[in-house]
């Protein structure tokens, strides 16, 4: 009996151990990624760690324009060589949040580099070819002046 007994103690000891290790190590790494990438490391639902395209920002958590210009340059490409995607799969795929891509996503649309289909978090992103650029140069483009309505 007493050897079933400090059998089971030296597993449950050994366990312990092993578990408190792995918990001194993903502590480790979460703070070696935080403090290298000079932010903290955002752990999404998928338990995947979430970091900026680029690094570092500031201590203002605002992106540089530099790194705002690499990361619409750089979802532009994706979404040339992934059309038809929506905004959490690109996302996911970049490593990085759809909040890091709104503003991005946004300079694309107004220079009409990219287009969408559908409405909300169904809206799925495309890239202009040259022919839908030509087509929109030869249409004339008619200003549509509008009323504001007045607050009652």
């Known amino acids: 009996m007493l050897d079933i007994q ?5 597993r449950i000891e050994a366990f312990v151990s092993d578990i408190t290790e792995l918990a001194k190590q993903v502590a480790y790494e979460a703070l070696a990624s935080a403090l290298y990438h000079g932010e903290q490391v955002d ?3 998928w338990g995947q760690t979430r970091l900026p395209l680029d690094g570092a920002r500031t201590r203002s958590g605002k992106r540089s324009a530099d790194e705002i210009a690499r990361t619409v340059e750089a979802l532009e490409e994706y979404i ?7 905004m959490e799969t690109i996302a996911r795929a970049m490593g990085t949040t759809t909040r890091d891509l709104a503003l991005p996503i946004k300079k694309l649309l107004a220079t009409e580099r990219v287009r969408t289909e559908g409405q909300k978090r169904a809206t799925e992103y495309y890239p202009v070819s040259a ?15 509008r009323r504001r309505r007045s607050r009652r």
């Open 43 to 45: 752990t999404g639902s």
């Open 6 to 10: 400090s059998e089971i103690d030296a």
């Open 131 to 145: 022919e839908e650029v030509e087509e929109e140069e030869e249409a004339p483009r008619v200003k549509v002046r």
């Open 80 to 86: 040339q060589a992934n059309p038809g995607q929506r």
